[in-house]
């Protein structure tokens, strides 16, 4: 079963536009979530983590997600988009079951910026 | 402080040969793992480590063995390599308590011809 969908193998968006990649989960108990950006050709970095606490997570440039425990839900969201931010973003998740030792990602979303 | 090293960076294979990927943290972290990237399947996990001398399979170990024999170092050996294991390859290591959080290496970029 798959327990990370990310929405949408690409999304296009304009330069200055709102930024949504939208991430949900399945797992009956809340994991710990999230959101790694990678640019072509380089490893992963990561965006921002949300493990307990407030359910609004900031991250680094200009992200943040909102934890929603009734809608399993994980999105991705940054006010105004940069061309800097193309690249491929994955959201990801630590199952309780794996006590939180591993990572389950989704298959990617592809953002693509143009001017 | 490197944080996680993988090495090589890139390697070639014929069908059938054999390799080590390597990966090496100096955070002493207890868990580490190894994943593969494929285009649009994301990251999937091949085998895990929660500290020396235990290791798990992940979601596709087959083709692949590990060991842990010390805390630092976690390397991936492909017996046999196959076309079917052409893909980019990423060590991680987690912290845990106050230090939670998974470090990724730099990846191997592996094409078996």
């Known amino acids: 079963a798959q327990s990370v969908t990310q929405l949408g193998s690409h999304v296009s968006v304009s330069e200055g536009a709102l930024v949504l990649l939208r991430c949900n989960y399945s797992?009956?108990?809340?994991?710990?979530l999230f959101w790694y950006v990678q640019y072509p050709n380089q490893g992963l970095q990561l965006l921002l983590k949300y493990t307990t606490g407030a359910t609004l997570v900031k991250g680094i440039n200009g992200f943040e997600a909102e934890f929603k425990k009734s809608e399993t839900s994980f999105h991705l969201t940054k006010p105004s988009a940069h061309m800097s931010d193309a690249a491929e973003y994955f959201c990801a998740v630590s199952l309780p079951s794996s006590g939180y030792s591993t990572l389950t990602f989704g298959k990617g979303t592809m953002l693509l910026v143009s001017p | 402080n490197a944080g996680v090293t993988q090495t090589p960076k890139f390697q070639v294979l014929k069908t059938g040969q054999s390799m080590t990927l390597q990966c090496a943290q100096d955070m002493n972290h207890e868990y580490m793992s190894w994943y593969r990237q494929d285009p649009g399947m994301g990251l999937r996990l091949i085998h895990y480590s929660v500290g020396a001398g235990i290791t798990d399979q992940g979601e596709v170990p087959n083709g692949y063995n590990v060991s842990r024999s010390t805390t630092e170092d976690f390397p991936l050996r492909l017996l046999s390599a196959a076309p079917s294991q052409t893909s980019v390859y990423f060590c991680?290591?987690?912290?845990?308590?106050?230090?939670?959080?998974?470090?990724f290496g730099s990846g191997t970029r592996l094409t078996v011809v």
């Open positions: 991680a290591s987690k912290g845990t308590g106050r230090h939670y959080g998974y470090t």
């Open positions: 797992s009956s108990v809340p994991p710990y």
